[in-house]
């Protein structure tokens, strides 16, 4: 047989082909992605960074009635932050803006625990009645959930002082609370719980579904005790979102405007008055819109000192061995 020759192709060093997806010629990176996000972060500057813009402007300036048809309003630095921080004042309703918000947090906080805690253990009927519940409490608008607190709690046509009346006290009758400080802050701090404990529990129960029931099983076996349960397993795996709600918390109550601006305007006197109403009462009472907006500011800068504070000391505990 012939001897045949195999021919063997010469080898062809072709480039690699360009992934799927990527075309030679066009950039890999294109505007269509910042275009559809510019009417969003459009939306967020106008809304939120130009008004704050503002706030911080008009802190600076002589900004009165007269300065607020006209628009020529003159600059005097930080004039308006030293009458601000030397009125006697100010300084009480800071005090009491603070105690106001560790009260709610700490009782928000704890119902919302024992709340999120209860539903777990309930079957499944129970459950839904209860977070039902909490959803129609929490979708209750503030203005209409404020207006039922002041007829439960009006002095001539109230069911609570008719309760507390067919019950024997017979001071109630006709009671009235929104002229007592001391009451007037109680109830305050009652409905401002009353809206914020719905959100919280229904966000820690969601948590608690996540933790493994074999942890428990694990516990029991071991005889822990309830409390011991709840220390060891349930509350760290709770603590980032136990954390995160808690500092939404202290946020919402710290700037706490609407339910004491409809119920009470502050009153009386000055016992429900904190940071935000004070700000809008310096602002109307006589036009001094640049001392509001500087109360503002000063209302800011707090919250935001708290909320670094807290997150520093969260993320030490995070980085901290165990």
């Known amino acids: 047989m012939p001897a045949v020759r195999e021919r063997i192709a010469p080898r062809v060093h072709r480039p690699p082909h360009p992934p799927p997806g990527r075309r030679r010629g066009r ?18 500057l106008y809304l939120l960074v130009y008004p704050l813009v503002r706030a911080v402007v008009i802190s600076l300036q002589d900004f009165r009635l007269r300065q607020l048809i006209t628009g020529d309003a003159e600059f005097v630095g930080l004039r308006n932050y030293r009458t601000l921080l030397s009125d006697p004042r100010f300084w009480e309703v800071t005090g009491r803006t603070f105690a106001f918000m560790a009260v709610n947090v700490v009782l928000i906080m704890s119902i919302s625990t024992l709340v999120a805690l209860m539903t777990e253990r309930l079957g499944r009927f129970g459950r839904t009645v209860v977070l039902c519940s909490l959803v129609l409490a929490w979708a209750m608008p503030v203005v209409a959930a404020t207006t039922v607190f002041q007829w439960l709690f009006h002095s001539e046509f109230g069911i609570v002082n008719q309760s507390l009346t067919a019950l024997g006290f017979g ?5 009235p609370w929104f002229a007592n400080g001391t009451a007037a802050f109680a109830i305050l701090v009652l409905l401002i719980v009353w809206q914020s ?38 509350f760290p795996m709770l603590r980032p979102i136990f954390m995160l709600v808690l500092s939404l918390e ?19 006197g000055d016992a429900t008055t904190i ?23 000063v209302t800011v800068v707090l919250m935001s000192g708290v909320l670094v504070l807290y997150f520093r000391q969260m993320f030490r505990q995070e980085d901290d061995p165990r």
């Open 275 to 297: 940071l935000p109403v004070y700000a809008v009462q310096t602002a109307l009472s006589s036009q001094r819109y640049d001392l509001g907006s500087a109360a503002s500011m």
């Open 197 to 234: 404990v719905p959100f919280a529990a229904i966000t820690l129960y969601s948590a608690l579904t996540t933790v493994p029931a074999e942890l428990y099983e694990s516990a029991r076996m071991d005889g822990a005790s309830a409390s011991r349960v709840f220390r060891s397993i349930t």
């Open 27 to 44: 950039p890999s990176h294109t505007f269509w992605p910042y275009a559809l996000i510019a009417p969003a972060i459009g939306g967020m």
């Open 171 to 175: 001071s109630f009758d006709r009671y």
């Open 250 to 268: 202290v946020i919402w109550t710290f700037k706490a405007f609407v339910q004491i601006w409809v119920m009470t305007r502050g009153g009386p």
